[in-house]
């Protein structure tokens, strides 16, 4: 037999014990490393960890073969677009009392260039989008969550066949999808405990806000002050802020809404953990057909890595394994290397791929203590 290397094992942050070796290098949003590849985790460094905000990182396990999740997007396009989004918001904040308008028209050019960047990359990189690849700490919540959106919504219209002008409005719209949050007070947007209808009332006024932020924008399409207006809106008329319903919301709406709420499910928020990326999956097939397009939510399941490589597995036959690949274009049907069955560990691990063994089914993640 060969040499065993190292396996990148997905792991949730909370169920990290002292002595695991980090996998994968942690940085800040500047592309700084925190923590780096091979150094040996303490209680102190995982509880830093869970105060960041960081949901989950890749150990090294060394029982397979090597195993390397590569990350979708390049570390400094991603740097470079949430450094741009970031400076872009603050100066809007600063300059409200001025032009608003005007600092989203300087920054226009830069933002397209970013959304051609995200393109071309998805287009090269064939394999399936996925967040988790390279962990990165963020200072404000916004901006990242900016930027992730505009991944899974370039994503979704690029499985759809959108063409590339209406791509680049589409990116354009999930980049500023959020700009008028910079108008709602911190404190509410930061609230740990449960809103109040008032404060809630604030939030939902953010969806407005940006509307009335981009549409003045002269370089800028009102398609995309619209995507910003309309991505809290659902098919059953119970979004807002104005409780349209089916075809009265555009296209670009109900992508950039799929999107959101993905991202928004599988981060870690001050009121809520991060769920798994099959998790975020079963909300938007709870409301398909009712809140969300069920086209849509079909693309973005081809697009996205639901059980990312790395992650710890139990098949519904009782096997237990690590995700090693993708299959291309089926998101939730992934190659699995076996390593326990029968409740022992398999001495020649081996392979199965849910794509050809549709009997096969993931029935549940597994975290650090339930694998041998």
Not at 55 to 70: E, G, K, L, M, N
Not at 164 to 182: F, P, Q, R, S, T
Not at 277 to 296: C, M, R, S, V, W
């Amino acid at each position: 037999m060969g040499k065993r290397s190292i396996i990148m094992r997905l792991s949730i942050t909370e169920s990290l014990t002292p002595g695991a070796k980090l996998g994968k290098s942690i940085y800040n949003e500047r592309g700084n490393i925190l923590l780096a590849e091979g150094l040996t985790l303490t209680q102190n460094m995982i509880n830093r960890l869970i105060f960041l905000n960081i949901p989950f990182v890749y150990i090294q396990d060394s029982r397979t073969d090597d195993i390397i999740p590569a990350p979708t997007i390049a570390g400094g396009l991603r740097r470079d677009a949430i450094l741009t989004i970031e400076s872009t918001f603050l100066d809007l904040k600063k300059n409200m009392k001025l032009d608003g308008s005007f600092t989203i028209e300087k920054a226009d050019v830069k933002f397209t260039q970013i959304v051609r960047n995200i393109m071309e990359e998805l287009n090269r990189n064939k394999e399936l989008l996925t967040l988790l690849a390279d962990v990165y700490t963020y200072d404000d919540y916004i901006f990242t969550h900016s930027f992730n959106v505009t991944l899974y919504t370039l994503a979704i219209g690029m499985e759809l066949n959108i063409n590339k002008k209406n791509l680049e409005a589409l990116g354009l719209g999930a980049i500023l999808h959020d700009v008028g949050k910079i108008l709602v007070p911190v404190d509410t947007l930061r609230k740990t405990g449960k809103l109040t209808e008032e404060e809630f009332e604030q939030i939902k006024k953010h969806a407005e806000y940006g509307f009335q932020l981009i549409k003045n924008v002269h370089t800028v399409s009102l398609l995309v002050a619209n995507c910003a207006y309309q991505h809290h809106e659902r098919l059953d008329g119970s979004g807002y802020p104005r409780g349209i319903k089916g075809d009265e919301i555009h296209y670009f709406g109900k992508i950039i809404a799929v999107a959101d709420v993905f991202d928004a499910v599988t981060s870690n928020r001050v009121y809520r953990k991060a769920m798994m990326p099959h998790e975020g999956l079963e909300i938007l097939y709870a409301g398909a057909g009712k809140k969300f397009d069920n086209t849509i939510i079909e693309a973005f399941r081809r697009a996205v890595a639901i059980y990312p490589n790395g992650l710890f597995i139990e098949l519904n036959d009782g096997r237990k394994g690590v995700v090693t690949a993708q299959n291309e274009g089926i998101g939730d049907r992934p190659m699995i290397r076996i390593l326990e069955e029968n409740g022992e560990q398999v001495v020649e691990p081996y392979e199965v791929n849910l794509k050809k063994n549709l009997h096969l089914l993931i029935r549940k993640c597994l975290n650090i203590q339930e694998t041998a």
